[in-house]
């Protein structure tokens, strides 16, 4: 059974940092490009950052850019989202997600993803 499983979230105050994590399980996770999504109360959820599947290509929204670092450990079948200088509009729920299919790609940002965990909150306010 795929399972991903996020943690990290919580309340932080403007400018302040939360690391994110994803713990996989139930497929070859060294195969997939993996991803954070978010969705804010009343917008569409949207990508924050992708990393393709041997972790050398990481692509990040425009929100994300400079702020934000997405890593992976194959080894340890988890995805990470570092995320500093926080602001109230990065308040969403995040989400890690698996993409389909298997392959090798320097976009991961523009594969398809059909799997979400259930997400993590992530609260930005003073």
């Known amino acids: 059974e795929v399972q991903l499983v996020e943690s990290g979230g919580g309340l932080a105050q403007p400018g302040e940092s939360l690391r994110l994590s994803c713990a996989a399980s139930g497929f070859t996770f060294s195969s997939y490009s993996m991803a954070w999504f978010r969705q804010a109360p009343g917008k569409e959820r949207e990508l924050v950052a992708a990393i393709n599947r041997n972790g050398r290509v990481p692509k990040y929204a425009d929100s994300a850019k400079g702020r934000f670092t997405i890593s992976r450990d194959n080894a340890k079948n988890t995805v990470s989202l570092q995320m500093d200088s926080l602001k109230p509009d990065d308040t969403a729920l995040y989400s890690c997600?698996?993409?389909?299919?298997?392959?090798?790609?320097?976009?991961?940002?523009?594969?398809?993803?059909?799997?979400w965990g259930l997400g993590t909150q992530v609260t930005v306010s003073s």
């Open positions: 997600a698996k993409a389909e299919p298997p392959s090798y790609t320097d976009y991961p940002q523009f594969q398809p993803y059909h799997f």
